[in-house]
């Protein structure tokens, strides 16, 4: 006779579980636990508290062996990482390195990843815009991917609702293509971004600049105090963990807020496999962990289970969550689990200088990062040989200069006296690209890591969209620039491979149809609808936005109905 230790089990199982503790799985957290649900989140990486655990937040450049540099050696040892711009003395304790946790590159792929209590929310660049109907109709429109099976009036109640909390900048542009939301005061452009602005408006009618929306507290809320947050200092040192809360991240907002309840359970070194799927009942019934310390193995259970072990980790692990009944991966009953996968185009920048505004210099830091462009192409009308369109990043400075000429007492003069150099601008591009079927992700059949998963390998590229997009961003924003007066205009291509631009989407994306997606509109698997997905993976197409607000939103909105759900005992 077996015995069953049910003292055990009964410690091991919770209301909900969810999988990942970044940016989406900080959110399930928090609504969960607010709505009364005993929640475990497992964590695959370590442990990282608020301020205790940001070791580099108040290091000055000096302090660093290498002045906040990359070294040779560490180059040669991680290429891929070493290629990420935030990847430096003062925040690779937050990146996974490439050495320590390899994947198949089927085709060449710079996959960044941050596996920690807190993921990547720590290290995000805090962009922050609502998608609009321009983005959820784009696949019904031209017939490229399926149809969104929401529109932007499912998802706008639940924008308000996360931007509320986490804190963003921004103003009130009436745009149609890019919604207003619950701003505080934006980060104002300078001199020249603003010339800029005024320029496109006055040429153009229908191309803006705006101030960049960002999640930084410019000026504090009650919800935002109530949090033990406080208004950014505008000190730009944000990938090294904030010690004022100033961005928002998991770790200084929802996970601590989530942990007031007194019902979340979070288990860090936690490596989730796979999910476990129960024929009988015809539905998950819990996960199976590794610890990834011990390598001991554990069973979890709980009645609802969200995946947000962010877009690629979570098409591995469902891909890897394999039964008699679901035999190449949960929910995958079409085929279609790891397909149809597509990323952000962040190839295009164009540079230039401007001779004008000799009166004006920068003073001061800005958080948000300047000016964003909205999407202008192909808004109300197909108007370029390529499908869909792309925004942009805007951004003017001017430093100091010395004169490091002469010799003696004539150079310690120029070099006390530095003057005012000219005025330096630029752009990069945020294209969208188109997801494919080829564009896949699957698991080795070789490869296993050192917890015996097989290794995710990668097999996506650009296509002649994506150049298309790349040509005609520098013919408009040329043309755009000399119609500003800018000068000595220099236009580049990085060809760098995708992945840099780190919004990564697909796999297990959303639609009407189980034979075409693998998530109903809100987030459940269709052949299994106790599991949610509401990471990268379960985006349909990519827009130009940055994504990580949408995937907040989704998420709120999903446990809300994963709740009632329960209520009902439909799941
Ligand atoms: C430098 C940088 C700049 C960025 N800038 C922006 C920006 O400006 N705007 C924007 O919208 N986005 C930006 N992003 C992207 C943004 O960080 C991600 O979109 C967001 O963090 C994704 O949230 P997530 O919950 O899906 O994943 P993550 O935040 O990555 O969290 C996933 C968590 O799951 C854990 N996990 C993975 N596998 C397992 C497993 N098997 N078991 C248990 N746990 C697991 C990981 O350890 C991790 O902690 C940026 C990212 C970086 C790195
Ligand atoms: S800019 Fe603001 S959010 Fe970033 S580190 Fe400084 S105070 Fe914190």
Sequence with gaps: MAYINVDSVKQRTFDAIVIGSGMSGGWAAKEFTGRGLK???????????????????????????????????????????????AFREDAMHFFVRDSEQPYVQEKPFDWIRGQQVGGKSLLWARQTQRWSDLD????ARDGFAVDWPIRYKDLAPWYSYVEKFAGISG??????????????????????????????????????????RCAHLSKPNQIHLDQGRAQCQNRILCQRGCPFGGYFSS?????????????????????????????????????RVINSQTKEETEYYAPVIFVNAS??????????????????GLGNDNGL?????????????????????????????NPAGGGYIPRFRNLHKQETDFLRGYAAG???????????????????????NPTWGTWKVGSHMMGETIPKEESRISLSKEQKDAWGIPLLNIAIDYDENDNKMVADYHAQMEEMFTKAGFTNIQKTDSKQAPGLDIHEMGGVRMGHDPKTSLLNK??????????????????TSTSTQNPSLTYMALTARAVDHAVSELKKRNI
Excluded at 47 to 68: A, G, L, Q, S, W
Excluded at 136 to 139: A, K, N, R, T
Aim: hydrophobic letters at 30%.
């Design 39 to 85: 929640t475990l989140v497992l964590e695959r990486g370590r442990d990282v508290k608020h301020i205790k655990d940001y070791p580099t937040t108040n290091m000055m450049p000096y302090e660093f062996e290498h002045r906040n540099e990359l070294t040779y050696e560490i180059k040669q040892k991680e290429p891929v990482i070493s290629r990420c711009y």
């Design 136 to 139: 959820f109709e784009g696949p």
């Design 171 to 212: 103003n009130n542009d009436g745009l149609e293509e890019l919604p207003d939301g619950e701003f505080l005061p934006p980060f104002p452009l300078n001199s020249v971004e603003d010339h800029f602005k005024k320029q496109l408006k006055a040429q153009y009618g229908n191309r803006h600049v705006i101030s960049a």
């Design 251 to 287: 770790n200084a907002s929802t996970l601590p807020w989530a942990e007031r309840t007194g019902n979340l359970t979070l288990v860090p070194h936690a490596v989730v496999r796979e999910v476990i799927y129960d024929e009988k009942a015809g539905k998950a019934t819990g996960v």
């Design 311 to 328: 877009a690629f980790s979570t098409n591995q692990i469902l891909l890897n969550s394999t039964s008699s009944r679901f035999p190449n």
């Design 337 to 365: 689990l790891g397909k149809y996968v597509a990323f952000h185009n962040y190839r295009a920048r164009i540079t230039a200088e401007y001779e004008g505004m000799q009166e004006y210099a920068t003073d001061g830091r």
């Design 394 to 416: 805007f951004r003017a400075n001017r430093s100091m200069q010395e004169d490091t000429t002469g010799f003696g007492a004539e150079l310690k003069k120029q070099l006390l």
């Design 522 to 539: 809100y987030n459940q698997l269709h052949a299994c609808p106790n599991v949610y997905v509401t990471d990268g993976a379960c985006m």
